[in-house]
């Protein structure tokens, strides 16, 4: 049996050695960290790194971004520290998640303690309320105007609806598993999330379902909806 921790760990080591940087945080992004992965999900794993100190005193700056290919089912990237920290003081969605992920694959000693801290405290909630709506608009004028649609999209707009709703009422990051956020959706939106979770875990990526009447009158009016509490 395949050993993912051992492979990922070993990928981590080789961005280290080809790019002679530290990677001082890794973790999983995308369906398999909010729990709703498909069989033939990739691994998105995305970290944080940083070069020697020498690095940030030259006159140009060294490479704030890491983009490799995908290796088999394995799909990595990463950001500099100092492009993170930046995108930190405007509530940038995706750094947020991955420092929230339930799956760190590897955290030097305080790293999370701090970014999470920080992420907090210069936390900007309509800056993060209006990401997640953005992607849930994207994603029903993109994925979701079909006879038939894909469980997967269903449950990318209402996890993006349902941390938005979160982020607004309680002025917090939003839970990373869709678990925990689906709690800021209506009862009876939430009531259809077990179906398309089953479907979607049993199903490749690429397979279509019938439309649901409940959710797609609740997409589009929620959508329009949380553009007047956003700028509220």
């Known amino acids: 049996m395949r050993d993912r921790q051992a492979e990922i760990l070993a990928l981590l080591r080789r961005v280290e050695a080809e790019h002679g940087v530290e990677v001082v945080y890794a973790c999983e992004s995308g369906s398999r960290a909010w729990g709703f992965a498909s069989p033939d999900s990739d691994f998105d794993i995305r970290f944080l790194f ?18 490799l290919p995908i290796d088999d089912d394995l799909d990595p990237g990463g950001w500099d520290v100092r492009k993170a920290a930046g995108l930190m003081r405007k509530s940038n969605g995706p750094l947020l998640e991955w420092l929230h992920s339930p799956i760190v694959y590897k955290a030097e000693p305080g790293v999370l303690d701090r970014w999470r801290g920080a992420a907090t405290a210069s936390l900007r ?9 953005g992607l849930a608009k994207q994603m029903w004028l993109s994925n979701l105007q079909g006879e038939a649609v894909r469980a997967k ?41 077990p ?3 089953a479907w979607k875990a049993r199903s490749a990526e690429a397979e279509v379902m019938e439309r649901v009447g409940a959710i797609d009158r609740f997409i589009p009016a929620e959508i329009d909806d949380l553009v007047e509490r956003i700028e509220a």
């Open 50 to 67: 940083q070069h020697p100190r020498r690095e940030y005193l030259r006159v140009l700056p060294p490479a704030d971004t890491i983009e």
């Open 195 to 197: 179906d398309l979770l």
């Open 153 to 193: 999209d269903y449950l990318y707009a209402l996890r993006a609806l349902a941390c938005c709703r979160w982020t607004l009422e309680y002025e917090s990051i939003p839970p990373v598993p869709f678990d925990g956020a689906k709690k800021a959706l209506p009862a009876e939106i939430q009531e259809r999330i």
């Open 125 to 133: 909630p309509r800056n993060l309320a209006d990401h997640y709506r």
